[in-house]
């Protein structure tokens, strides 16, 4: 079963605006939007936008751009009609007729008119250039987190990475051969505590005990400091079992490490902080 992106919310100007993912693209809620002007008649905001020539002629040109099977023919009729008296066009007949994929009509709990992002923005400057500036702002607020969420993910999947290469360590050098299934469980929850203990001063078992409200283990509250940090004392303990290190010594050398890594990794996040407050 494929798991449907989740609709994101922003505030603008104490106003909820939601967003959609469609094929990968930010489509925002066009009908949030015109509830800026009049809350009880966004239909009509919006079918008053799409009867001016120029909206015609921005979502035609767009549409050139982005979409290879918009119906040109159709396009060119509806711009003929534009400007006169009796011209009406609704998302929906437009969406129908030109086969657009820049509209997105939508039903249920978040229904309504959705525009892909480059859209949304030119509809927003015809409710309120204001509101279009506080809805850019807001945008690009949501993009920085899930960046930053991105760059976490990255770096947590690098520890999970590194950490089967110290367990492909383990199997090779620690397990002794005829070991029960279970056996080997324990040794590997032993050397995933030396890792534990170099960087964290406790073990899995211990931070459980600690925490016992909450879901995971102790490596899902790292930082992304304590991650990249982990994620080099994965690699290198692989390197020191394989030269034949007990696990006192590794430990005793890790925890150096660790020290060490996590002073550098520290100082460069308050060098940056830095750098950043003075460019603003």
């Not at 489509?27 to 079918?47: L, W």
């Not at 030109?98 to 525009?115: D, F, H, M, P, Q």
């Not at 807001?138 to 590194?162: C, P, V």
């Not at 430990?251 to 940056?272: F, G, H, P, S, T």
């Amino acid at each position: 079963m494929v798991r449907k992106p989740a609709n994101k919310k922003i505030d603008v100007q104490g106003r909820e605006v939601v967003i959609n993912t469609v094929n990968n693209e930010d489509y925002i809620s066009i009908t949030d939007i015109a509830k800026y002007k009049d809350e009880k008649r966004t239909g009509y905001i919006i079918q008053n936008w799409m009867r001016n020539r120029n909206t015609i002629e921005f979502l035609g040109i767009w549409e050139k751009l982005n979409n290879p099977n918009f119906n040109v023919v159709e396009f060119e009729y509806i711009r003929s009609q534009a400007g006169l008296n009796s011209f009406v066009l609704t998302s929906k007949k437009w969406i129908e007729a030109t086969n657009s994929i820049g509209l997105v009509a939508k039903a249920g709990r978040y229904g309504g008119t959705y525009a892909h992002k480059d859209i949304a923005f030119e509809f927003a400057s015809w409710v309120s250039v204001e509101f279009k500036l506080y809805l850019i702002k807001e945008f690009q607020r949501l993009k920085e987190q899930e960046q930053g969420q991105l760059d976490w993910n990255i770096k947590r999947n690098l520890s999970k990475i590194n950490y089967r290469i110290h367990t492909d360590a383990i199997r090779e050098n620690l397990i002794p051969k005829k070991l029960s299934g279970k056996d080997k469980s324990i040794i590997y929850a032993t050397e995933a505590d030396v890792l534990n203990m170099a960087l964290f001063g406790m073990t899995a078992k211990q931070w459980r005990d600690d925490n016992p409200d909450k879901k995971g283990n102790i490596r899902d509250y790292a930082n992304v400091s304590q991650l990249v940090c982990l994620s080099n004392l994965e690699s290198l303990n692989a390197v020191l079992i394989n030269d034949g290190l007990e696990q006192g010594q590794r430990l005793e050398k890790l925890n150096r490490i660790a020290i060490n890594q996590m002073r550098v990794l520290l100082e460069n996040d308050e060098q940056d902080k830095l750098s950043i407050d003075t460019k603003d």
